[in-house]
Each structure stands twice: as structure tokens, then as C-alpha cells.
């Protein structure tokens, strides 16, 4: 749908030049100057023509009317949800295999420590690597759970 330049601009037309004049800014395309003089402009425009003058000179299109807008469906989908879900299980899984693993590894390093020293049993120093990381862990794994 092609819009004429004289025709009347509403609040969502402004909203969206604004919009695109603060991402051009946040990109360094304009200075603190440019966008101020433009965002003044884009409040009191009244037609698309004088909206897109203001952002001809950068890199995205003129603004479309707010009607145009495709909405955003506020519920994820199933799909999203089980993606999430999927994605939190994996990360819980993988805390608790970088836990083992170091956990395997301390131990190994406590045991040729004892084996190398004789005698009885050294201090047993694993548990506080193993212990408070394991409970960190566990808690947010519960958490976790609905």
C-alpha cells in the first residue's frame, strides 16, 4: 500500500519515525544535534510527507501507516515453549556434567595426593569445591521444576 506524502500521519506514524531516528542515533548515524532537530520535527509533523523527509537519509523505508503493522501474538506458541523448555533442560544438564566431571577431577588429584603422601588420609579439601557448587546446583535445579 503506497501512501501519498500529503496525507495525514497519526500518533503510530510518529511513534515510528521516532523510533527509527533512535536506532539511527544508537548507531551513530546522526549526531546529538541531528536527532534532536529531528525528533522535535517528527512531534509535530502531520503528514508522511514531512515524516519521511526526516529519515530519507538513512538506511530503512519510510514509514508505513500503523494499520500496516503485523501484531505480535502475546502467548508463545507451543513450539517456543517447548524450545524453551527444552533449552533450560538442556543447560541443567549440562551444570550437572560440568559438576562431575570436576568433581571426578578433584577427587583424582585428592586420591594420588594420599597415595603419594602414605600414611592415613590427608585433609578431605574436595568437598569444599564439590560442596557448594553441588548445592548451587541443586537448588537450581529444583527451582526449575513446576
Not at 41 to 54: D, F, I, P, Q, R
Amino acid at each position: 500500500m503506497s501512501v501519498a506524502p500529503d496525507m495525514r500521519a497519526g500518533d503510530g506514524d510518529r511513534d515510528q519515525t521516532i523510533s527509527r531516528l533512535r536506532e539511527a542515533f544508537a548507531e551513530g548515524r546522526l549526531s546529538t544535534e541531528e536527532f534532536e532537530q529531528r525528533m522535535s520535527a517528527a512531534n509535530v509533523a502531520k503528514t508522511y510527507g514531512e515524516l519521511s523527509v526526516l529519515v530519507e537519509d538513512l538506511p530503512a523505508v519510510a514509514p508505513t501507516p500503523a494499520v500496516a503493522a503485523t501484531p505480535v501474538p502475546a502467548v508463545p506458541t507451543t513450539a517456543a515453549a517447548a524450545e524453551v523448555q527444552s533449552d533450560e533442560d538442556h543447560s541443567v544438564r549440562n551444570g550437572w556434567a560440568s559438576w562431575l566431571g570436576v568433581s571426578v577431577l578433584v577427587n583424582v588429584i585428592y586420591f594420588a595426593t594420599w597415595l603419594t603422601q602414605g600414611g592415613s588420609a590427608p585433609y578431605y579439601w574436595p568437598i569444599w569445591v564439590m560442596g557448594p557448587w553441588g548445592a548451587a546446583i541443586l537448588i537450581h535445579t529444583l527451582s526449575k521444576r513446576d
